[in-house]
């Protein structure tokens, strides 16, 4: 896997901030592309529109190869909808600092499909090809919802995707320059070059059917079970009915009868949540609250409390009236001298190691923490690197100790039989690497907004030192303490555990 850098991007040519011309005048308030992060169809479009992504040869490989959105959904989609909100604000500082570490990120992700083809995560075709799902997965979003768009409207939301594609490749000429010209390209591509890929079926029918509750709702499996056990089906089907025909047939994807009455019907009922008075309903609202785990210190959280208790007993008497399964029981886990639950060595590799979700540990599972470190934390690009160099060097140490048979990865039962007591000079370096980053003033300690920016949440009491501060050697010890699978901690399991 390659670690070099893209370039710092130039700005977007033809897109500035003051004369509207620019970006704040494309994607501001009023536009309807800004309109679009809180229409509630838009999110069945966008679920569309990964699925068209996915059908995409190289696209489909990398999400196959690095993505984590089949275990940590509701991260992953968290970390999409503020990086739009990012790209497409009125801060030209903040989108192109943005900008540059998606480009970074993207630069990481290559390497070759199962068909042993190459794929890169930079390609012009690939880039081009995203926003054009977007962009013509909303068209059909506003005709299934009734809200057909006209020429002018179509032809303005075009310019508005094609400036978004600007941001990220200004020199991108892979996305047809009119609206009369997209519409043949849209076709040859889903005529000729979709696939039945590997990431396509695991969003249809994987991702849907088993996906894991939201932090939020993870006190109560049987009631998330029995949702999930209605809704998955549902919207895999809708999803099904919606896709052109054309690549339906190729693919051999069965429509089922009713769907596309179904689909009708299920974008007509989101639309009618638009009558909801404005702020009522928002897409950094939704996602937020789903994500917060239920210790966390938001208001709104404490507020559900109360509310969760009743949620706990509804789920109760659902287990007894309903013959639909809890998740899989889990063992108790046994308790350390300090009362801290320890994790068994497999249940650490599945909830903290595999975050592809492949049953394996490689370097895109590494790859992926380091990520979410550099995001949580707004790394620039020296300390990204820094970051991913030392998750490297980490990955370099366990294939070294860890992968017996030699094949480039670590199974569940190769990390069991030896990496409980592991935490040599990599995994070290990683814990101060990462803890200089997080400490943004250098004075060794991490204060109250350093905290906050890493974690996502106040500071934790058993935490502090005597002066209120999390020390450096107390943060090393507690992150080695839970890398290594130790212990299961509350602060740390938020930022990689999947529960």
């Given at each position: 896997?390659s670690?070099?850098q893209?370039?710092e991007?130039p700005?977007?040519?033809?897109?500035?901030?003051?004369?509207?011309?620019g970006?704040?005048?494309i994607?501001?308030?009023?536009t309807?592309?800004n309109?679009?992060?809180?229409?509630?169809?838009?999110?069945?479009?966008?679920?569309?529109?990964?699925?068209?992504?996915?059908?995409?040869?190289?696209?489909?490989?990398?999400l196959?190869d690095?993505?984590?959105?089949v275990t940590?959904?509701?991260?992953?989609?968290?970390?999409?909808?503020r990086?739009?909100?990012?790209m497409?604000?009125?801060?030209?500082?903040?989108r192109?600092?943005e900008?540059a570490?998606?480009?970074?990120?993207?630069?990481r992700?290559?390497?070759?499909?199962?068909?042993?083809?190459p794929y890169?995560?930079?390609?012009?075709?690939?880039?081009?090809?995203?926003?054009?799902?977007m962009?013509?997965?909303?068209?059909?979003m506003?005709?299934?919802?009734?809200?057909?768009?006209?020429q002018?409207?179509?032809?303005?939301?075009?310019?508005q995707?094609?400036a978004?594609l600007?941001?990220?490749d200004?020199?991108s000429?892979?996305?047809?320059?009119?609206?009369?010209?997209?519409?043949?390209?849209?076709d040859?591509v889903v005529?000729?070059?979709?696939?039945?890929?590997e990431?396509?079926?695991?969003?249809?029918?994987?991702?849907?059917?088993?996906?894991?509750?939201?932090?939020l709702?993870?006190?109560?499996?049987?009631?998330?079970a029995?949702?999930?056990a209605?809704?998955?089906?549902?919207?895999?089907?809708?999803?099904?009915?919606?896709?052109?025909e054309a690549f339906?047939?190729?693919?051999?994807l069965t429509?089922?009868?009713?769907?596309?009455?179904?689909?009708?019907?299920?974008?007509?009922?989101?639309?009618?949540?638009?009558?909801?008075?404005?702020?009522?309903?928002?897409?950094e609202?939704?996602?937020?609250?789903?994500?917060?785990?239920p210790?966390?210190?938001?208001?709104r959280i404490?507020?559900?409390?109360s509310?969760?208790?009743?949620?706990k007993?509804?789920?109760a008497?659902?287990?007894?009236?309903t013959?639909l399964p809890?998740e899989?029981a889990?063992?108790p886990?046994?308790?350390?001298?300090?009362?801290?639950l320890?994790?068994?060595?497999?249940?650490?590799?599945?909830?903290?190691?595999d975050q592809t979700?492949?049953?394996?540990?490689?370097?895109?599972?590494l790859?992926?923490?380091?990520?979410?470190?550099?995001?949580?934390?707004?790394?620039?690009?020296?300390?990204?690197?820094?970051?991913?160099?030392?998750?490297?060097a980490?990955?370099?140490?366990l294939?070294?100790?860890?992968?017996?048979?030699?094949?480039?990865?670590?199974s569940?039962?190769?990390?069991?039989?030896?990496?409980?007591?592991?935490?040599?000079p990599?995994?070290?370096r990683?814990?101060?690497?990462?803890?200089?980053?997080?400490?943004?003033?250098?004075d060794?300690?991490?204060?109250a907004?350093?905290y906050?920016?890493l974690?996502?949440?106040?500071?934790?009491?058993?935490?502090l030192?005597?002066?209120?501060?999390?020390?450096?050697?107390?943060?090393?010890?507690?992150?080695?303490?839970?890398?290594t699978?130790?212990?299961?901690?509350?602060?740390?399991?938020?930022?990689?555990?999947s529960?």
């Open positions: 896997m670690e070099e893209a370039p991007p700005a977007a040519e033809g897109l500035d901030d003051g004369d509207g011309a970006p704040a005048h994607f501001g308030p009023q309807r592309f309109g679009l992060f809180d229409d509630p169809c838009w999110a069945a479009a966008m679920i569309r529109a990964t699925v068209l992504e996915a059908a995409y040869p190289p696209i489909g490989a990398a196959a690095s993505s984590t959105f940590r959904p509701w991260r992953r989609l968290n970390n999409t909808l990086s739009f909100r990012i497409t604000g009125p801060d030209p500082v903040a192109a600092r900008t570490r998606l480009n970074r990120l993207h630069s992700l290559n390497g070759t499909d199962s068909a042993n083809r890169d995560a930079l390609d012009p075709a690939a880039r081009a090809w995203v926003v054009a799902t962009f013509e997965s909303t068209v059909t506003f005709r299934w919802s009734g809200r057909a768009l006209d002018d409207a179509m032809e303005e939301l075009y310019e995707f094609q978004f600007r941001l990220m200004p020199t000429t892979a996305l047809p320059a009119s609206l009369k010209d997209f519409w043949p390209y849209y040859r005529e000729e070059e979709l696939e039945n890929t990431a396509l079926r695991t969003i249809l029918y994987r991702l849907f059917d088993h996906l894991p509750a939201p932090p709702l993870e006190g109560v499996p049987t009631l998330w029995g949702a999930r209605l809704a998955g089906p549902t919207i895999g089907m809708i999803t099904v009915a919606s896709l052109p339906r047939r190729r693919a051999g429509e089922v009868p009713g769907a596309q009455a179904l689909t009708q019907a299920a974008y007509l009922a989101l639309a009618t949540a638009r009558i909801l008075p404005e702020g009522w309903i928002t897409a609202t939704l996602i937020g609250l789903l994500s917060q785990s210790d966390s210190d938001d208001p404490r507020a559900l409390a509310a969760g208790e009743g949620i007993r509804l789920g008497f659902l287990r007894l009236m013959p809890d899989p889990r063992p886990r046994a308790a350390a001298a300090d009362g801290t320890r994790r068994t060595a497999g249940e650490f590799f599945d909830q903290v190691l979700g492949n049953g394996y540990l490689d370097w895109p599972d790859a992926a923490m380091a990520r979410e470190l550099s995001g949580r934390l707004d790394l620039d690009e020296p300390q990204e690197t820094r970051l991913f160099d030392a998750y490297a980490w990955w370099r140490e294939q070294s100790e860890l992968d017996a048979n030699g094949d480039g990865r670590i569940r039962e190769e990390y069991a039989q030896a990496a409980p007591s592991l935490a040599g990599a995994l070290i990683v814990a101060e690497v990462l803890f200089d980053a997080t400490d943004a003033d250098g060794q300690t991490i204060d907004d350093e906050r920016a974690f996502r949440t106040g500071f934790r009491r058993e935490l030192d005597a002066n209120g501060t999390y020390s450096r050697a107390a943060f090393i010890k507690d992150f080695l303490a839970f890398m699978g130790r212990q299961s901690h509350s602060a740390y399991d938020p930022l990689l555990a529960e």
